[in-house]
């Protein structure tokens, strides 16, 4: 310990050289440092025990390894806040942890090509800029990566741990409803780039937030350690004015982020808003963004997607609830946005913008409040847009569910079947269920991709009615007659509880589908038996349908040649579809 022995920080370490400090141990110092060397902390800790202490690092603060620990005293006032404002040297290979206090400032420039660990014991750990100078801070020289932890501190109960990140620059983009975003945003001075090219990883327990106003901080790479890990809107109060952004993904990585969209005020107060940039893919996976002050994710470059099972529990939502403008995702042109989750508020496609439908396998999007049922989820995509879904069966395959409308515009619904899918004439597929009619004059193009061939595949809307029936009562309560019956007068109410939208597979008629010319199905023209040869696999199986596309037949083969008796059958006209692996043909035959 070196304090100053007569009145406080009356002492100073003078010279030209420097202080290092070596071993295991903590050395707590209060003496005003002069030395025109500065500091190098090669292990153990450096405590800076008071929190108005005048600068204890000298010109300069080199951490080859260990822990500089800045006053962790709960203490309040902005004059007394700690500060850590000199020149930091990370050399590289070397791991450097500050811990913060409470209410403290970290504005010096940072340099080198080690990574740095800054743990915040609470909710005002100003970083980027001085705010009560506007003092800006300097990453330009640092080329390691950025860990943000918590450091939890006797006697300090703070509402969360965070780094608060400090601007002067005013955000121009306001809500989820621009549309030019990507014009030159850093050119206009909006965003603040300190970590545009830095990779920023948030530990459990331990977040961002901002100071007031309309914000947003450019990170190459975000990640997280777990779902306790959270991204914070404005982190002094309850006010609804500020809005602030986090946008990511400027390194072009691929990034599973299981971290929380986090209301830090706890009044459903401070918007908070994802912008995802770049042509790497993040997966959004927490169940715990409850918060009703979510702006959604703006998709602006590369795929942004989320993974949260929407069975588990019935009450999660990807993203948060919609606050303000009601969008939740909003994916720009040639961006890919969606997921396997709920999304609660507007999911809006651009054109030629792609949302994806499940992850890694068949799944789900739920657009649905299931907590309060007021705010509406529409779908809506524009004309060249697109949405993919897989089919693997009938019965497994990607599903939209949405409490309000679905709106195509002419886009475009694109069905992919998975590698194992099977398919026959008759199934339906029901792809999109929703709860409010949309336009009469919606239109949606449909292209299938890996589906079996020799089908044929259409749209087909269609409705869930409830019937209803009451006793029809006079003015007095009292039930009337029937004229029909001598009973009770009944109304009867039907109501569209359910809108769909299905894909029919049927058969393609009129035609001699053969795809290949490589299987031979004789005579066309037949009293009860037909010969099907295969030049070059085996026959999986053969079914033959009627006129009307019922099935009225099937057999397994496994071999490259069968013989099949239809004698069985009425007279008219059948088709024999042949399936081979994955690949199937469709024949005509007569039978007399």
């Known amino acids: ?5 007569t009145s406080y920080m009356a002492d100073s370490i003078v010279g030209s050289g420097s202080l290092i400090k070596d071993g295991a141990g903590t050395l707590t110092i209060d003496l ?11 292990s153990g800790r450096i405590y800076l025990e008071k929190a108005d202490s ?15 620990s800045v006053n962790t005293l709960n203490n309040s006032s902005p004059s007394r806040y700690a500060r850590i404002r000199v020149p930091i040297e990370i050399p590289a290979g070397a791991t450097a942890k500050i811990e913060m206090g409470r209410y403290s400032y970290f504005y010096g420039n940072v340099s080198g090509d080690g990574d740095l660990e800054l743990s915040t014991a609470g909710d005002r750990t100003f970083v980027c800029a001085k705010k009560d100078a506007g003092t800006a801070m300097n990453f330009k020289g640092f080329n390691g990566n950025l860990v943000v932890s918590k450091c939890a501190s006797s006697g300090v109960t703070p509402g969360y741990y965070a780094l608060y990140f400090s601007t002067n620059k005013t955000f121009r983009a306001t809500s989820m409803s621009f549309t ?20 920023v990883t948030l530990k459990a327990g331990a977040g961002l937030t901002s100071i007031s106003g309309t914000r947003c901080y450019g990170i190459g790479e975000l990640n997280a350690e777990n779902d306790e890990s959270f991204l914070g809107g404005y982190g002094a109060g309850s006010s609804t004015s500020p809005i602030i952004y986090w946008m990511f993904g400027m390194s072009n990585t691929d990034v599973v982020f299981p971290g929380t969209i986090k209301d830090v005020s706890g009044a459903a107060k401070n918007l908070v808003g994802l912008i995802k940039t770049g042509t790497g893919k993040y997966t959004f996976t927490s169940t715990k963004s409850y918060a009703s002050t979510s702006l959604g994710v703006l998709v602006d470059q590369g795929s942004f997607l989320v993974n949260i099972p929407v069975t588990t529990p019935a009450t999660t939502t990807a993203l948060g609830r919609a606050k303000t403008n009601g969008v939740i995702m909003k994916i720009r042109t040639g961006a890919t946005g969606g997921g396997n989750g709920r999304l609660t508020g507007a999911v809006l496609v651009d054109s030629l913008a792609t949302l994806q439908v499940g992850y890694d396998g068949i799944g789900q999007i739920d657009l649905a409040d299931t907590l309060s049922g007021t705010i509406a989820s529409p779908l809506k995509v524009h004309h060249n847009g697109k949405v993919i879904m897989k089919v693997a069966s009938k019965t497994n395959h990607d599903l939209i569910t949405g409490n309000n409308t679905v709106t195509f515009k002419g886009g475009t619904l694109l069905v992919e079947g998975t590698s194992d899918v099977s398919l026959n004439v008759g199934d339906t597929v029901r792809l999109l269920t929703y709860k409010k009619a949309g336009t009469t004059k919606d239109s949606i193009s449909l292209q299938t991709e890996g589906l079996p061939t020799g089908l044929k595949y259409t749209l087909k809307g269609d409705t869930l009615k409830t019937v209803t029936s009451t006793v029809v009562k006079d003015a007095n309560n009292v039930p009337l007659v029937s004229v029909l019956t001598g009973g009770d007068s009944i109304k009867v109410t039907t109501t569209i509880t359910e809108y769909r939208i299905n894909l029919i597979v049927g058969v393609i008629s009129g035609v001699n589908n053969v795809i290949s010319n490589r299987v031979s199905v004789y005579p066309s023209l037949t009293s009860g038996v037909i010969n099907i040869d295969s030049k070059d696999a085996d026959i999986t199986k053969v079914d033959i349908f009627n006129i009307n596309g019922q099935q009225v037949m099937t057999q397994a083969i496994g071999a490259r040649s069968a013989v099949l008796h239809l004698d069985k059958l009425s007279s008219g006209l059948y088709y024999t579809r042949v399936t081979i692996g994955n690949k199937v043909e469709t024949h005509k035959v007569l039978l007399k």
Not at 32 to 42: E, F, P, Q, V
Not at 56 to 66: A, P, Q
Request: hydrophobic share 35%; glycine share 8%; aromatic share 6%.
């Open 32 to 42: 005003k440092n002069k030395l025109t060397g500065g500091r190098i902390l090669k």
């Open 54 to 68: 005048a600068n204890v690092f000298g010109d300069k603060l080199r951490i080859e390894n260990g822990t500089v």
């Open 1 to 5: 310990v070196l304090r100053s022995k």
């Open 180 to 199: 030019t975003l990507a014009d030159s945003i850093l050119a206009k001075n909006t965003v603040d780039s300190t970590f545009w090219n830095k990779k």
